[in-house]
Protein backbone atom coordinates (compact mmCIF):
# COMPACT_ATOMS: atom_id res chain seq x y z
CA UNK A 1 0.00 0.00 0.00
CA UNK A 2 0.93 3.28 -0.79
CA UNK A 3 2.06 5.83 2.13
CA UNK A 4 3.55 9.71 3.01
CA UNK A 5 6.07 10.72 5.38
CA UNK A 6 6.00 14.26 6.04
CA UNK A 7 9.06 15.39 7.75
CA UNK A 8 8.49 18.04 10.64
CA UNK A 9 5.21 18.40 12.42
CA UNK A 10 6.12 22.11 13.06
CA UNK A 11 7.79 24.55 10.94
CA UNK A 12 8.39 28.48 11.37
CA UNK A 13 9.60 30.71 8.95
CA UNK A 14 9.44 34.64 8.96
CA UNK A 15 7.51 36.53 6.64
CA UNK A 16 9.04 36.72 3.46
CA UNK A 17 11.78 33.68 4.03
CA UNK A 18 11.40 30.67 2.00
CA UNK A 19 8.66 27.59 2.66
CA UNK A 20 10.15 24.52 2.03
CA UNK A 21 7.87 21.57 3.83
CA UNK A 22 9.19 18.24 3.04
CA UNK A 23 7.49 14.93 2.21
CA UNK A 24 8.77 11.33 1.28
CA UNK A 25 6.61 8.85 -0.47
CA UNK A 26 6.26 5.18 -1.04
CA UNK A 27 4.23 3.54 -3.39
CA UNK A 28 4.51 0.24 -5.27
CA UNK A 29 3.75 1.82 -8.65
CA UNK A 30 4.15 5.20 -10.36
CA UNK A 31 2.06 7.38 -7.94
CA UNK A 32 0.19 10.60 -8.23
CA UNK A 33 0.92 12.66 -5.40
CA UNK A 34 -1.30 15.49 -4.03
CA UNK A 35 -0.67 18.68 -1.62
CA UNK A 36 -3.80 19.89 0.45
CA UNK A 37 -3.88 22.81 2.33
CA UNK A 38 -6.19 23.13 5.57
CA UNK A 39 -7.10 26.43 7.02
CA UNK A 40 -8.56 26.72 10.58
CA UNK A 41 -12.07 24.99 10.99
CA UNK A 42 -11.85 24.99 7.59
CA UNK A 43 -11.96 21.31 4.81
CA UNK A 44 -8.81 20.49 2.58
CA UNK A 45 -7.86 22.40 -0.32
CA UNK A 46 -6.29 21.11 -3.28
CA UNK A 47 -3.08 23.22 -3.56
CA UNK A 48 -1.47 21.39 -6.14
CA UNK A 49 -0.96 17.68 -7.60
CA UNK A 50 1.54 15.63 -9.61
CA UNK A 51 -0.20 13.30 -12.54
CA UNK A 52 3.18 12.25 -14.50
CA UNK A 53 3.02 14.91 -16.68
CA UNK A 54 5.91 17.66 -15.79
CA UNK A 55 7.72 17.01 -12.73
CA UNK A 56 7.96 20.80 -11.32
CA UNK A 57 4.33 21.08 -10.67
CA UNK A 58 3.01 24.85 -9.95
CA UNK A 59 -0.25 25.61 -7.63
CA UNK A 60 -2.45 27.95 -6.60
CA UNK A 61 -0.66 30.84 -4.15
CA UNK A 62 2.66 30.69 -5.55
CA UNK A 63 3.57 27.02 -3.76
CA UNK A 64 5.06 24.33 -5.77
CA UNK A 65 6.22 21.25 -5.47
CA UNK A 66 9.13 18.79 -7.58
CA UNK A 67 8.57 15.43 -8.20
CA UNK A 68 11.86 13.48 -7.54
CA UNK A 69 11.53 9.61 -8.26
CA UNK A 70 14.96 8.73 -7.50
CA UNK A 71 14.47 10.56 -3.81
CA UNK A 72 11.00 9.14 -3.75
CA UNK A 73 10.22 13.14 -2.87
CA UNK A 74 7.64 15.50 -3.32
CA UNK A 75 8.76 18.65 -1.42
CA UNK A 76 6.85 21.88 -1.48
CA UNK A 77 8.09 25.18 -1.75
CA UNK A 78 7.67 28.78 -1.86
CA UNK A 79 10.41 31.72 -2.44
CA UNK A 80 8.56 34.20 0.23
CA UNK A 81 6.27 33.35 2.58
CA UNK A 82 3.50 35.56 3.63
CA UNK A 83 1.09 35.65 6.92
CA UNK A 84 -1.89 34.17 4.98
CA UNK A 85 0.66 31.33 4.45
CA UNK A 86 -0.43 30.02 8.01
CA UNK A 87 -2.35 26.83 7.44
CA UNK A 88 -1.56 22.76 8.25
CA UNK A 89 -0.28 21.53 4.97
CA UNK A 90 -1.10 17.77 3.90
CA UNK A 91 1.14 15.38 1.50
CA UNK A 92 -0.96 12.73 -0.51
CA UNK A 93 -1.04 9.85 -2.31
CA UNK A 94 -2.40 7.88 -4.73
CA UNK A 95 -2.03 4.92 -7.02
CA UNK A 96 -2.23 4.78 -10.33
CA UNK A 97 -4.55 2.29 -10.66
CA UNK A 98 -7.83 2.35 -12.69
CA UNK A 99 -10.62 2.16 -10.04
CA UNK A 100 -8.50 2.31 -7.17
CA UNK A 101 -8.97 5.69 -5.67
CA UNK A 102 -8.22 5.62 -2.43
CA UNK A 103 -5.37 8.48 -1.27
CA UNK A 104 -3.40 8.39 1.72
CA UNK A 105 -2.38 11.41 3.57
CA UNK A 106 0.67 12.60 5.44
CA UNK A 107 0.82 13.26 9.52
CA UNK A 108 0.48 17.15 8.21
CA UNK A 109 3.10 20.13 8.77
CA UNK A 110 1.74 22.85 10.33
CA UNK A 111 3.22 26.08 9.16
CA UNK A 112 3.71 29.39 11.21
CA UNK A 113 4.88 32.58 9.61
CA UNK A 114 6.49 35.21 12.23
CA UNK A 115 5.80 38.85 11.22
CA UNK B 1 -20.34 24.75 -8.67
CA UNK B 2 -21.95 22.92 -5.37
CA UNK B 3 -19.28 21.35 -3.39
CA UNK B 4 -19.44 18.26 -1.25
CA UNK B 5 -21.84 18.72 1.38
CA UNK B 6 -21.87 17.84 4.74
CA UNK B 7 -24.32 18.28 7.55
CA UNK B 8 -24.36 18.85 10.73
CA UNK B 9 -21.19 21.26 10.66
CA UNK B 10 -20.88 21.04 14.24
CA UNK B 11 -22.83 18.67 16.81
CA UNK B 12 -22.33 18.01 20.85
CA UNK B 13 -23.94 15.00 22.13
CA UNK B 14 -24.01 12.94 25.12
CA UNK B 15 -22.13 9.39 25.20
CA UNK B 16 -24.03 6.75 24.21
CA UNK B 17 -26.40 8.45 22.11
CA UNK B 18 -26.68 7.86 18.13
CA UNK B 19 -24.86 10.22 15.88
CA UNK B 20 -25.40 10.49 12.74
CA UNK B 21 -23.51 12.82 9.52
CA UNK B 22 -24.73 12.93 6.61
CA UNK B 23 -23.20 14.06 3.24
CA UNK B 24 -23.58 14.61 -0.46
CA UNK B 25 -20.67 14.24 -2.79
CA UNK B 26 -19.97 16.59 -5.94
CA UNK B 27 -22.48 15.62 -9.08
CA UNK B 28 -21.58 13.30 -11.18
CA UNK B 29 -18.55 11.86 -8.77
CA UNK B 30 -18.55 8.11 -7.80
CA UNK B 31 -16.29 7.41 -5.34
CA UNK B 32 -16.88 8.93 -2.08
CA UNK B 33 -14.78 8.58 1.17
CA UNK B 34 -14.96 9.40 4.87
CA UNK B 35 -12.63 10.49 6.57
CA UNK B 36 -11.58 11.01 10.40
CA UNK B 37 -9.03 13.71 11.88
CA UNK B 38 -7.91 13.78 15.07
CA UNK B 39 -4.85 15.49 16.89
CA UNK B 40 -3.73 11.93 18.36
CA UNK B 41 -3.78 10.09 14.82
CA UNK B 42 -3.80 12.88 11.86
CA UNK B 43 -6.14 12.25 9.09
CA UNK B 44 -7.44 8.53 8.53
CA UNK B 45 -9.63 6.76 5.71
CA UNK B 46 -12.45 5.45 7.41
CA UNK B 47 -14.30 3.94 4.10
CA UNK B 48 -15.02 4.43 0.61
CA UNK B 49 -17.33 3.53 -1.57
CA UNK B 50 -17.44 3.77 -5.57
CA UNK B 51 -20.96 3.38 -7.65
CA UNK B 52 -22.44 2.93 -4.16
CA UNK B 53 -20.94 0.40 -2.94
CA UNK B 54 -18.26 -0.26 -0.01
CA UNK B 55 -14.00 -1.17 -1.38
CA UNK B 56 -12.49 -0.78 1.30
CA UNK B 57 -13.89 -0.20 5.61
CA UNK B 58 -10.70 -1.51 6.58
CA UNK B 59 -10.29 1.99 8.45
CA UNK B 60 -13.67 1.81 10.52
CA UNK B 61 -12.74 1.77 13.69
CA UNK B 62 -15.31 -0.80 15.49
CA UNK B 63 -18.36 -2.02 15.32
CA UNK B 64 -20.46 1.14 16.63
CA UNK B 65 -19.34 2.82 13.46
CA UNK B 66 -21.33 1.71 9.63
CA UNK B 67 -21.47 3.95 6.30
CA UNK B 68 -24.25 3.58 3.81
CA UNK B 69 -24.91 5.39 0.11
CA UNK B 70 -28.13 4.03 -0.73
CA UNK B 71 -27.78 6.22 -3.63
CA UNK B 72 -25.52 8.29 -5.39
CA UNK B 73 -25.93 11.43 -4.13
CA UNK B 74 -26.05 10.43 -0.13
CA UNK B 75 -24.38 9.12 2.10
CA UNK B 76 -24.13 8.61 6.07
CA UNK B 77 -21.88 7.64 8.43
CA UNK B 78 -23.17 6.53 11.71
CA UNK B 79 -21.75 6.33 15.41
CA UNK B 80 -23.85 4.19 17.78
CA UNK B 81 -23.40 4.41 20.42
CA UNK B 82 -20.81 7.24 20.56
CA UNK B 83 -18.05 7.69 22.76
CA UNK B 84 -15.89 10.58 24.27
CA UNK B 85 -13.05 9.65 22.28
CA UNK B 86 -14.72 9.76 18.91
CA UNK B 87 -14.67 13.29 19.22
CA UNK B 88 -13.21 14.22 15.92
CA UNK B 89 -13.70 15.82 12.94
CA UNK B 90 -15.08 13.90 9.83
CA UNK B 91 -14.93 14.60 6.47
CA UNK B 92 -16.44 13.47 3.25
CA UNK B 93 -15.07 13.75 -0.10
CA UNK B 94 -15.78 12.58 -3.32
CA UNK B 95 -13.87 11.89 -6.65
CA UNK B 96 -14.12 11.07 -10.16
CA UNK B 97 -12.71 7.48 -11.10
CA UNK B 98 -11.62 9.29 -14.87
CA UNK B 99 -10.41 12.07 -12.15
CA UNK B 100 -7.49 11.72 -9.91
CA UNK B 101 -8.32 14.14 -7.22
CA UNK B 102 -10.18 14.39 -3.97
CA UNK B 103 -12.61 17.17 -2.96
CA UNK B 104 -13.57 17.32 0.56
CA UNK B 105 -16.72 18.85 2.45
CA UNK B 106 -16.11 21.37 4.66
CA UNK B 107 -15.99 18.96 7.82
CA UNK B 108 -18.68 17.64 10.57
CA UNK B 109 -16.90 18.39 13.98
CA UNK B 110 -17.68 16.14 16.33
CA UNK B 111 -18.06 16.38 20.37
CA UNK B 112 -19.54 13.85 22.34
CA UNK B 113 -18.84 14.50 26.18
Known amino acids: AQSVTQLGSHVSVSEGALVLLRCNYS??????LFWYVQYPNQGLQLLLK??????LVKGINGFEAEFKKSETSFHLTKPSAHMSDAAEYFC?????????????FGAGTRLTVKP | DAGVIQSPRHEVTEMGQEVTLRCKPI?????LFWYRQTMMRGLELLIY????????DSGMPEDRFSAKMPNASFSTLKIQPSEPRDSAVYFC???????????FGEGSWLTVV
Open chain 1, 92 to 104: AVSQRILGNNDMR
Open chain 2, 27 to 31: SGHDY
Open chain 2, 93 to 103: ASSQSSGNTIY
Open chain 2, 49 to 56: FNNNVPID
Open chain 1, 50 to 55: YTSAAT
Open chain 1, 27 to 32: SSVPPY
